[in-house]
């Protein structure tokens, strides 16, 4: 019988692959419902095992099958998704599992919700002065934390790439099935890779049959209530939770009627519970029973915490998480594509402008002023094209215009780098080729905005 092995604890298991290529088990990177996930000595692989509802290995998992197949689908090229190198070795005594990618420097969205240690260790630091007077201690370290790792503009722009490689799945008839903060990852550069892991549950879209697997807090209604599987639409509801909770800082559903329930209103006299409803308000509202905090038409479970979505959402934004957790809650064939996803929340964070003084970002056209610290404006450049419009901060000094600028939207290439590279200086109004490359096309304009006083 296999030892028990504490997480972050060194393993000693040595796991033969079907290549007979031997893997030493170092420390436990991530432990889930589906599985445990181990790094080795291989800097640049890991090792996924299933583990059954007790938490034990399960060698009933039918890996060897399921991952031959993933094997076969017709994955868009150069699409970037963790995908299984090796199944391991399937004979007697052997171990389940198989042999992954990992990604080196980079991190899990999960990075971007201030929990655990990362909170005991900035709990420590003072906070800045516009934060001094948040009364609630907890929202301004959420807050400070926020700022830390990039702020809405940087979490817009990870989230969109997110959603081009789900747009990308999608269009080849492909399911990814159980979107979370764990299973998507992003490195720390200035224009950073994300690529999505765990591509156990990756698949065709069926008619019918099928098991379907979620994260808590991330799936479909349809999928919690037991009466569809995984579809392009319930990957469209996970990413739409993942990206609301990620920019706004709460949860879709979890508003005043969970937070501050009224008695009067869960009363002898309440309405009574839709069938199949659980009695925990929580799972409740997880299960899409209770409105969307934002929901225009209903209020009764209205936001009490996070950010204002003014802030962190364009209009086309929460207009898509209305038409995803409003009319697409109870109609998921409403839900908007993640074509659209891919595309508002890439033209949200080209919008975007850092306030140098908290670090803390904002749409530059809705504000002459920060909202978070009320410094003015900074001055930036406005490139824009007949096609797109980004926003590049006054102290940059060199920067490249993006493929979006001058060809059609595309979920592959729209952050290639262009044969146009610039040169700023603000001070003399000038934006110059840099030497040796291509001059800029006539359809490209610059406009100065000067710091708002």
Not at 89 to 95: C, L, S, T, V
Not at 197 to 205: H, M, P, Q, V, Y
Request: glycine share 6%.
């Amino acid at each position: 019988m296999n030892k028990r092995y504490i997480p972050g604890v060194e393993s000693p298991k040595h796991l033969a692959d079907e290549y007979d290529y031997l893997h030493c088990l170092g420390r436990e990177l991530a432990r889930g419902g589906q599985g445990v996930v181990y790094r080795t000595s291989d800097d640049d692989l890991a090792v996924k095992q299933p583990l059954n509802a007790a938490g034990e290995l399960d060698n009933t998992a039918g890996l060897r099958k399921r991952f031959q197949n993933i094997r076969l689908l017709p994955l868009p090229p150069r699409i970037p998704i963790s995908m299984p190198l090796a199944i391991l070795r399937d004979k007697p005594g052997d171990e389940p599992g198989y042999v992954m990618r990992l990604l080196n420097g980079m991190k899990p969205f999960s990075h971007f919700n201030l929990n655990g240690k990362t909170k005991i260790e900035l709990d420590k630091q003072p906070l800045p002065q516009w934060l001094m007077n948040i009364p609630d201690k907890d929202f301004a370290l959420n807050l400070f934390h926020y700022a830390q790792t990039g702020s809405t503009r940087r979490r817009l722009y990870a989230l969109a790439k997110c959603a081009s490689i789900l747009a990308r799945l999608h269009c080849a008839g492909l399911v990814y099935g159980d979107i979370s903060p764990e299973n998507v990852f992003a490195d720390e550069g200035e224009k950073f890779d994300v690529w999505l892991i765990d591509a156990d549950n990756l698949r065709f879209e069926l008619a019918k049959g099928g098991k379907s697997v979620y994260t808590p807090h991330y799936g479909a209604p349809e999928i919690i209530r037991g009466l569809d599987q995984s579809r392009p639409r319930t990957d469209c509801w996970a990413f739409a939770v993942l990206a609301f909770t990620t920019i706004a800082l709460c949860h879709p559903f979890i508003g005043k009627n969970v937070l501050k329930p009224n008695d009067e209103e869960n009363g002898w006299d309440a309405e009574p519970a839709a069938d199949g409803a659980p009695d925990d308000l929580n799972e409740k509202a997880y299960a899409g029973f209770l409105p969307f905090v934002d929901d225009k038409d209903d209020d009764s479970n209205a936001s009490v915490c996070g950010l204002p979505r003014e802030l962190t959402a364009t209009p086309e934004l929460r207009l898509l998480f209305q038409d995803t957790f409003g009319t697409g809650r109870t109609k998921p064939h409403r839900r908007p594509s993640m074509a659209f996803w891919a595309f508002e929340l890439t033209r949200a964070s080209d919008k975007s402008l850092l306030c140098p003084n908290c670090k803390m970002s904002y749409f530059a056209d809705s504000h002459k002023k920060c909202p978070y610290c009320a410094k003015p404006r900074p001055a930036f450049v406005r490139v824009k094209t007949q096609r797109w419009e980004i926003i590049v901060s006054a102290d940059t000094n060199e920067f490249s215009l993006p493929h979006r600028l001058f060809n059609p939207f595309s979920f592959e290439h729209n952050d290639d780098d262009t044969e146009y590279d610039a040169l700023l200086d603000f001070t003399k109004k000038s934006v110059q080729p840099v030497r040796g490359t291509k001059p800029f096309p006539e359809n490209l304009a610059f406009i100065f905005e000067e710091v708002v006083k």
